[in-house]
């Protein structure tokens, strides 16, 4: 491992791109400490409650810039929720369903699309930030001094505006001249700066005596342990045989060859369990505004759905199978697999070419995504069952974890490829 990191850092170009991602990381970071003007953070507390709600989830996103009301506030969010908005958009609109396919140039197109979506996203949701800091006080008359309400607010909007697109433009410039996927490094980046505080929990917790003696060394045991089960459930994957037919062109034959399509486990990634916080994380942020009397109808269906019970560990679980599929059925196509398939020759062993291979291929991946969308489901799940056995509450959930691992593998491949090119071992061997 070490002798590898030593003849990447020997390589210039390689060099260079390593020193260049840390560089616009430290930039992230940076702007992550950065306030916004006019703002009072220490107000914000007020509407985070126990960050178990919407706003913990951006608070995660932007390894807490959002509480503390910085310039990168908006984080990433904006950019993923346009990518996730241009993917669907893609699968219903016809035209970008086309310039889908069009090649380098169409996906330019689409990127293009995608950031004017990003600023318009950033734009509404700054203006709902400021609209939730002066709820939460954090806009006193202290710094409205000399300025009129209609500047500051401008001024805010503007600059958190500004952040979303300028940390959409660091992610694009780690992906043209460093290393990994510049988006997923980022929020990577702002997971990491978090685990500190993980730690001074833990911390914490060692120090109350008694059973937290035994509680916390089991607790990074089984964090450790999730770990090495999310990386053996990343890599894993089905494949489906593919025999291609002979074929003669002029003098020389081609095909005869064997391989196949590998269908990872994990198809869908992290995007489910985001879709399902999101969703779960309504009634919560409900709750910060509207305090419903107690012992009323509201009141119990907001208690119920209250991140540390049952009733919404059980939702969580069956949202995050539900957005399992829809999102799978999204990205991959059966017809389309079948035929690529059909168009070069091939033919999956034993499965006759046309609707046969298009309904075993879809047995296959409905198959798949269901032992992915259990994985995802008790890996996002089990934080919550811990927490509430052995109440630890560390700031990293099963959705953190997954983030950090996927995104660890991809950049790591990324350098074994950019090491096999130099000829040198790579980090996988």
Same mark, same amino acid.
């Given at each position: ?10 390589? *210039? ?29 220490? /107000? ?30 908006? %984080? ?18 016809? *035209? ?160 005869? /060859? ?13 995007? *489910? ?7 779960? %994380? ?11 009397? /107690?012992? %009323? ?85 089990? *934080? ?46």
């Amino acid at each position: 491992m070490f002798e590898v990191i030593k003849n990447a850092l020997k390589s *210039p170009e390689l060099k260079k791109r390593i020193l260049f991602t840390l560089f616009i990381l430290i930039i992230f970071r940076i702007g992550a400490a950065i306030p916004v003007p006019f703002v009072d953070a220490s /107000q914000i507390i007020n509407v985070m409650g126990d960050g178990n709600n919407f706003f913990g989830y951006l608070d995660m996103m932007s390894g807490g810039a959002f509480q503390n009301a910085t310039i990168f506030a908006m %984080s990433i969010t904006p950019y993923i929720n346009a990518s996730i908005i241009m993917q669907l958009l893609t699968v219903a609109i016809p *035209p970008l369903e086309r310039l889908s396919k069009e090649g380098g140039e169409g996906r330019k197109k689409i990127n293009q699309i995608t950031r004017y979506v990003t600023v318009g996203l950033g734009l509404i949701q700054a203006i709902g930030y400021y609209f939730l800091l002066r709820s939460a006080g954090a806009i006193g008359s202290d710094y409205l001094s000399g300025f009129s309400l209609y500047f500051t607010a401008v001024v805010i909007v503007v600059t958190f505006t500004a952040g979303a697109a300028l940390i959409m433009w660091l992610g694009e410039q780690i992906n043209d001249k460093g290393i990994g996927n510049g988006i997923s490094i980022i929020l990577f980046a702002g997971i990491v700066a978090r685990g500190p505080q993980a730690f001074q929990v833990l911390w914490e917790n060692f120090k109350k005596g008694g059973s937290q003696y035994i509680l916390v060394p089991l607790t990074v045991i089984i964090f450790a342990a999730v770990i090495v089960f999310i990386v053996i459930m990343t890599n894993a994957e089905r494949r489906i045989p593919v025999q291609y037919a002979k074929r003669v062109v002029g003098r020389k034959m081609y095909g005869g /060859q064997s391989s196949y399509i590998p269908i990872k486990v994990s198809l869908s990634g992290v995007m *489910p369990i985001i879709f399902a916080s999101a969703f779960l %994380s309504i009634p919560s942020t409900i709750q910060l505004f509207v305090t419903p009397e /107690q012992g %009323s109808f509201w009141y119990n269906v907001l208690a119920a759905l209250s991140p540390s019970g049952w009733v919404y560990a059980v939702l969580y679980f069956i949202l995050i199978i539900a957005f399992n599929y829809f999102y799978v059925a999204i990205q991959y196509n059966p017809v389309e697999i079948a035929n690529n398939i059909k168009s070069n020759n091939g033919a999956i062993p034993g499965i006759r070419p046309g609707r046969p291979t298009v309904t075993f291929i879809s047995k296959v991946i409905s198959k798949i995504t269901l032992v992915g969308a259990i994985f995802l489901g008790i890996v996002a799940v089990f *934080p919550i069952l811990f927490t509430a056995l052995t109440d630890i509450n560390v700031s990293l959930g099963g959705t953190s974890v997954i983030i950090l691992v996927g995104v660890a593998l991809d950049t790591m491949r990324q350098l074994e490829s950019q090491m096999t090119v130099r000829h040198h071992k790579g980090f996988l061997e």
